[in-house]
């Protein structure tokens, strides 16, 4: 495919531009010389995916909802426990409070998502989901 403006070959996607009421398919250099349109030609073998049809449910879009595990406390405590560090180290490590420790620990807190992925991180354990013993292996 060559670019309607210059005539070179298009490396790639062209782009689709509007240049005086046309629609132009030009190279990355030209098509600032017209108005981008939204319509950029697709490499082939490229089947675009319907957006909103009712034959193709969004299943895409489905987040899984991570819940916390219940035995939260206790895997921070093993885990803790398993690097040799006290609860006022690992609080020193992660940039916490000794005592927020201590309240995951007894699980009187649930972290938050920052919170528990910097322990999942530090850690190295599954606050979400892990202990569910219904989930295939
Ligand atoms: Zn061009």
């Not at 405590?77 to 940039?95: P, T, V």
């Amino acid at each position: 495919m060559s670019c309607e403006i210059c005539g070179n070959s298009i490396r790639g996607v062209p782009q689709v531009v509007l240049v005086d009421g046309a629609k132009l398919r030009v190279c990355n250099n030209d098509a600032k010389l017209g108005t981008a349109i939204k319509e950029t030609v697709r490499p082939q073998g490229f089947v675009p995916r319907p957006v909103n049809s009712p034959l193709f449910p969004k299943f895409d879009i489905i987040e899984e909802e991570l819940e916390l595990r219940e035995d939260f406390g206790t895997a921070i405590k093993s885990a803790r426990e398993k690097l040799g560090l006290s609860q006022d180290q690992l609080a020193a490590k992660i940039n916490e409070r000794a005592s927020l420790i201590r309240h995951l620990e007894t699980a009187k807190m649930k972290p938050d998502d920052v919170l528990a992925t910097k322990l999942e991180r530090f850690l190295k354990i599954d606050l979400y989901g892990a202990a569910d013993s219904d989930l295939e292996v």
